[in-house]
C-alpha cells in the first residue's frame, strides 16, 4: 500500500502520468476522501520498445484508493489525454465526463473493448459544474487543435487548482470559440492556489499562429494545384481536417477519405456538426477513377511517415485503392515528430520517386501546433495568478523553463515546483511541500491486452533485433552427470552457421566443458546451469566477435535415466 504523508487540512496534487514526458497524461487533485482524476491518457512507445503498442502509467495507486475517486474529466480527445481510458476502466470503476467530440471518441474505444455498456459516462461543457461532498469542478472553454478543449478548475477547502489541459491562444479558431478570457480572468480574481500548466511549447519563444492562418495558406495551395490533391495530417487534427474538407468543396472538389482513424474522425466531426458540408461532398474509392483529376482530394493519414498508414501505402504501391498517379500533388500538413524523422523522409523519397510533388506544411505555413507558445503561457499565468505552480505534460528541461517565465510573471521561486509521476504537493491556503511519493512506473501494453510486458522482456527484444541469437540444446542426465545429447548451438540473426564453422565449434566444447563443471555441483539444477551456459558462452562470443547475441539454453532433463 502506498502511504503519503497529507495532512487532514491539506490538498494533494500529483501526476500518475504526463510528468517529465510527453504523453500519459493523468492527474489527481485529493482532498481527505475526495480525488478528482484530470484525463487518462497514453504514451505511444519509443523506436526500441520492440513489440509494445501502447505505454500506460501504473494505476495501482488510483486502485488502492479507487472509493475516493469521484470522477475522471477529460480535457479534450487526443490519445494522450484519453487512450487509457479503455485500461484505467479495467482496473477501477469510475465515472467519466467529457465534451462532445472527446465522448464520441470514447465510445468508440469503450465499444471495441467490450466496456461502453458498463461505463458510466456523462457529457460536460464550460457551464458544467460537478458537485461533491466537499469539492467541485468547474470548467472554462480554451483552443486547441480539436474542438471542445477545456481547462479545469477543482474548487477544494484549501482553493481552486488549475489544470489548464492543451491549450493556446488561438483568438480565430476555425471553430468560432475562442478561448473563454474572462472565465479565466474571472477564476484569477477570485484566487487560484495553485496553477498546473501545458509546458509543450516552454522552449519556444512565439505566440502559436492562429489555425485561421493555416487554413488561408491551405487555400492559397489549393488555389494553384490544378491535379490531384492527397492531404495527409493527423486525424486527432480535427480542426485541419475541417480545414482541408471545407477548402476542397469550396473549390469544387470531391473528398473522398482513407485510413481509419481518419474516418472516424470525419464521421464524428460531422456527426457534431463541426464539418459542415453536405454528403454529397464525399466519395468513396471506387468513385475515385470517374471524376477528373482536378475534381478530386483524397484525405488520409500517415503524416508521420507511420508504416501502415494509409499514405506509406499509397506511396510504395500497396495501398489496394489509390496510387501515385502523374500530376498528383501531396500535400503533408503537419511537422515531423522528433524520432519520426527518418520516416517521413522515406515517404517523402518513395512519393517522389512515384512522381507526386509533395508540398511540406513547415515549409509552407500550413502547419501550426495546437500547442501555445512562451507568449501565451505567460497570458495564462498573468490570467490566473497563482499562488503555487506546476508544469505538467512536458519534459524535464520544457517543465525548467516554464518555471522561469512563472517567475517571470511575480510566481516566487520557491512557489514554483516540477514533479515526477508519483511525488506528491500537499497544499493550504498559504503553504505548499512535498508529500510523499507513490509508484508510478510505465507499464508496457503488447497487444489489446492490460497485461504487463517486463522491462526484461522489451530488453530482450531490443537484444535479439540487434544482437540476434544463439540456442544451444542438449540432453544431460543431472543424476549421472551425463551429457547424453549435444550441446548443439544453432544462430539466429548472429552469425551465418555456415561461414562460422569453426566459432560454433569452439562455442560448443566451451558449453560442453561449462555444463560438466556445472552438473559436479551437488547443489545443481537446471536453473543453474542454464545460467553458467549463458554466462560463459556471452562473454566467449563478445571475445570473438564484439557483439551480445542473446543466449537461449534449451537443456532436456533426463533424469534418472540410463544412456541408451
Given amino acids: 500500500m502506498s502511504k503519503l504523508n497529507v495532512k487532514n487540512n491539506e490538498t494533494a496534487i500529483y501526476g500518475v502520468g504526463g510528468?517529465?514526458?510527453?504523453?500519459?497524461?493523468?492527474?489527481?487533485?485529493?482532498?481527505?476522501?475526495?480525488?478528482?482524476?484530470?484525463?487518462?491518457?497514453?504514451?505511444?512507445?519509443?523506436?526500441?520498445?520492440?513489440?509494445?503498442?501502447?505505454?500506460?502509467?501504473?494505476?495501482?495507486?488510483?486502485?488502492?484508493?479507487?472509493?475516493?475517486?469521484?470522477?475522471?474529466?477529460?480535457?479534450h480527445g487526443h490519445e494522450d489525454h484519453i487512450g487509457g481510458i479503455p485500461f484505467i476502466l479495467q482496473a477501477i470503476n469510475v465515472p467519466v465526463y467529457a465534451g462532445p467530440l472527446a465522448l464520441a471518441m470514447i465510445k468508440n474505444k469503450l465499444e471495441e473493448h467490450n466496456l461502453l455498456k458498463q461505463t458510466e459516462l456523462h457529457e460536460i461543457n464550460e457551464k458544467s459544474v460537478l458537485r461533491f461532498k466537499k469539492t467541485s469542478v468547474s470548467f472554462f472553454r480554451t483552443t486547441h487543435s480539436i474542438p471542445d478543449t477545456l481547462g479545469v478548475a477543482v474548487h477544494t477547502p484549501d482553493g481552486v487548482i488549475v489544470e489548464t489541459g492543451d491549450y493556446k491562444f488561438d483568438l480565430t479558431p476555425v471553430t468560432n470559440t475562442p478561448p473563454d478570457l474572462q472565465e479565466m480572468a474571472r477564476l484569477g480574481e477570485e484566487g487560484v492556489l495553485c496553477l498546473m500548466g501545458d509546458s509543450t511549447n516552454a522552449e519556444k519563444p512565439v505566440w502559436t499562429k492562429s489555425e485561421n492562418y493555416v487554413s488561408q495558406s491551405v487555400r492559397n495551395i489549393f488555389d494553384?494545384?490544378?491535379?490531384?490533391?492527397?492531404?495527409?495530417?493527423?486525424?486527432?487534427?480535427?480542426?485541419?481536417?475541417?480545414?482541408?474538407?471545407?477548402?476542397?468543396?469550396?473549390?469544387?472538389?470531391?473528398?473522398?477519405?482513407?485510413?481509419?482513424?481518419?474516418?472516424?474522425?470525419?464521421?464524428?466531426?460531422?456527426?457534431?456538426?463541426?464539418?459542415?458540408?453536405?454528403?454529397?461532398?464525399?466519395?468513396?474509392?471506387?468513385?475515385?477513377?470517374?471524376?477528373?483529376?482536378?475534381?478530386?482530394?483524397?484525405?488520409?493519414?500517415?503524416?508521420?511517415?507511420?508504416?501502415?498508414?494509409?499514405?506509406?501505402?499509397?506511396?510504395?504501391?500497396?495501398?489496394?485503392?489509390?496510387?501515385?498517379?502523374?500530376?498528383d500533388t501531396v500535400v503533408l500538413s503537419s511537422n515531423p515528430i522528433p524520432g519520426n524523422v527518418l520516416s517521413v523522409n522515406r515517404i517523402l523519397n518513395e512519393l517522389e520517386a512515384a512522381g507526386a510533388k509533395v508540398i511540406k506544411g513547415y515549409e509552407n505555413h500550413i502547419h501550426t501546433s495546437g500547442h501555445g507558445g512562451q507568449e501565451e503561457e505567460k497570458?495564462?499565468?498573468?490570467?490566473?495568478?497563482?499562488?503555487?505552480?506546476?508544469?505538467?505534460?512536458?519534459?524535464?528541461?520544457?517543465?525548467?523553463?516554464?518555471?522561469?517565465?512563472?517567475?517571470?510573471?511575480?510566481?516566487?521561486?520557491?512557489?514554483?515546483?516540477?514533479?515526477?509521476?508519483?511525488?506528491?504537493?500537499?497544499?493550504?491556503?498559504?503553504?505548499?511541500?512535498?508529500?510523499g511519493s507513490f509508484v508510478a512506473d510505465d507499464v508496457y501494453i503488447d497487444g489489446n491486452g492490460v497485461d504487463k510486458v517486463n522491462e526484461a522482456v522489451i530488453k530482450d527484444r531490443q537484444l535479439l533485433s540487434e544482437e540476434g541469437l544463439v540456442v544451444v540444446v542438449a540432453t544431460i542426465n543431472l543424476k549421472h552427470q551425463e551429457i547424453q545429447s549435444g550441446p548443439d548451438l544453432l544462430s539466429r540473426g548472429f552469425v551465418y552457421m555456415r561461414e562460422s564453422g569453426e566459432l560454433l565449434d569452439q562455442g560448443r566444447k566451451l558449453v560442453f566443458r561449462t555444463i560438466r563443471r556445472a552438473m559436479s555441483n551437488k547443489k545443481a539444477d537446471e536453473k543453474s546451469i542454464q545460467k553458467a551456459i549463458v554466462n560463459d558462452l556471452s562473454n566467449f562470443l563478445y571475445e570473438k566477435t564484439e557483439r551480445s547475441p542473446?543466449?537461449?539454453?534449451?537443456?532436456?532433463?533426463?533424469?534418472?535415466?540410463?544412456?541408451n
Fill in 379 to 435: 497570458l495564462m499565468i498573468r490570467l490566473m495568478k497563482p499562488k503555487f505552480f506546476v508544469p505538467i505534460h512536458g519534459e524535464y528541461r520544457m517543465q525548467k523553463i516554464h518555471i522561469g517565465l512563472a517567475e517571470q510573471c511575480g510566481v516566487p521561486a520557491d512557489h514554483c515546483f516540477i514533479l515526477k509521476n508519483g511525488q506528491v504537493l500537499a497544499l493550504t491556503k498559504d503553504h505548499a511541500r512535498m508529500a
Fill in 550 to 563: 542473446l543466449v537461449l539454453p534449451m537443456l532436456i532433463m533426463n533424469n534418472g535415466k540410463e544412456k
Fill in 19 to 75: 510528468l517529465g514526458e510527453i504523453g500519459k497524461n493523468t492527474y489527481g487533485v485529493q482532498f481527505q476522501d475526495e480525488i478528482v482524476l484530470i484525463d487518462a491518457g497514453i504514451k505511444f512507445p519509443e523506436s526500441d520498445q520492440l513489440g509494445i503498442n501502447y505505454v500506460i502509467p501504473d494505476y495501482q495507486y488510483l486502485v488502492e484508493n479507487q472509493a475516493k475517486i469521484k470522477c475522471l474529466v477529460i480535457t
Fill in 224 to 327: 494553384k494545384i490544378d491535379g490531384r490533391i492527397i492531404f495527409a495530417t493527423f486525424a486527432s487534427n480535427l480542426s485541419r481536417v475541417m480545414t482541408a474538407i471545407d477548402a476542397a468543396y469550396q473549390r469544387g472538389r470531391k473528398i473522398a477519405v482513407f485510413g481509419r482513424s481518419m474516418e472516424a474522425a470525419v464521421v464524428n466531426g460531422r456527426a457534431l456538426g463541426y464539418i459542415k458540408v453536405p454528403d454529397s461532398a464525399f466519395i468513396d474509392a471506387n468513385q475515385l477513377r470517374s471524376l477528373p483529376a482536378n475534381k478530386v482530394m483524397i484525405l488520409c493519414t500517415g503524416s508521420q511517415g507511420e508504416q501502415m498508414a494509409a499514405l506509406s501505402r499509397i506511396a510504395n504501391g500497396t495501398h489496394r485503392q489509390v496510387s501515385i498517379e502523374p500530376g
